[in-house]
């Protein structure tokens, strides 16, 4: 039953994302036909992008999706992550595929009180993992043995967000008042987006600190502004530099306050 860790990559997303974006954006305001919208649009694509971002005309900027797959992350974390409603989700069952390996994540909280603490929790899933096999063995199903399951369970899903829920996920999931596990995970999706779509997500992606340069959560402001915008910065330039999705999660997982 081993410990596993976050891994995230982005599967599939719309080919040349700003350009359908300016194309569908230019068609709202233009008298042209879609053809010569579309020849307009390749070329001069990012500025048009920025003014519809500008201005909060984002319809448009759904047309764009980003397909991801997502492992090593908790049943909690999915509990979170399905409440944006707008995302398209397929997880893995815990009717249909039996735990005979139940893996799981370990909080990096469990970690900090060292070596000990560790054991004891991975005892813990072992214990939890034996009343769950005892179920099966009395002939209960599994999806009536997995009432027993922890929160920690592992699980992976592929999920799509267009861009505007992205952003609006971004918004939410980055900031440090987020949960660590499903902030870390945003985060990586972010700098993986805007690798592939800096003009969408380079200067409008991220908490409101970040994206609209200043603290949105009232009283509850972390308070922290200054290292997240610091962080920020530090995930762009590697983005920028054509960072793997590999490299963008040992980034975050190494940096993220
Ligand atoms: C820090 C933090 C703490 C949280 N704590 C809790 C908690 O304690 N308990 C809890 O239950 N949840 C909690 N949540 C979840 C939160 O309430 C939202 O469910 C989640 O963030 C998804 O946001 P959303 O509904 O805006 O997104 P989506 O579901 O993706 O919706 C996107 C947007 O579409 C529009 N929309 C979607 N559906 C409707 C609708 N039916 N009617 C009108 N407009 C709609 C809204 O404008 C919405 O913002 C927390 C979230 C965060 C970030």
């Known amino acids: 039953m081993p410990e596993r860790k976050l891994n995230v990559a982005l599967l599939q997303y719309t080919p040349a994302p700003a350009e359908t974006i300016a194309l569908a954006g230019r068609l709202c305001y233009s008298a042209s036909d879609i ?38 992350v ?39 009180l060292g070596t000990d603490a560790v054991e004891e929790f991975e005892n813990q899933m072992s214990q939890i ?41 971004f918004k939410l999931r980055c900031c440090q008042r987020a949960q660590w596990e499903i902030r870390a995970l945003a985060w990586v999706m972010l700098g993986i987006v805007r690798r592939e779509a800096p003009q969408l997500f380079e200067q409008a992606g991220g908490p409101s600190c970040v994206s609209q340069g200043a603290c949105s959560e009232g009283k509850m402001t972390c308070k922290m502004a200054a290292q997240v915008r610091e962080f920020d910065q530090k995930l762009n330039a590697i983005c920028r530099n054509g960072a793997s999705d590999e490299e963008i999660l040992s980034f975050v997982e190494e940096n993220l306050i």
């Open 35 to 72: 053809s010569s919208l579309n020849d307009k649009s390749k070329g001069t694509a990012d500025k048009f992008v920025q003014k519809l971002l500008d201005l909060g005309h984002l319809s448009p900027i759904e047309h764009a999706s980003f397909t991801f797959g997502a492992e090593g």
């Open 74 to 112: 908790s049943r909690a974390l999915l509990a979170q992550i399905t409440r944006h409603r707008i995302a398209s989700f397929s997880v893995q069952s815990q009717r249909y595929v039996q735990q005979t390996e139940m893996n799981y994540v370990i909080p990096k909280s469990v970690h900090a």
């Open 129 to 169: 993992h034996e009343w769950y096999n005892s179920w099966l063995s009395k002939g209960i199903p599994a999806e009536d043995a997995r009432f027993v399951l922890p929160n920690a369970a592992e699980t992976r899903m592929v999920f799509t967000m267009n861009a505007r829920e992205l952003l609006l996920f």
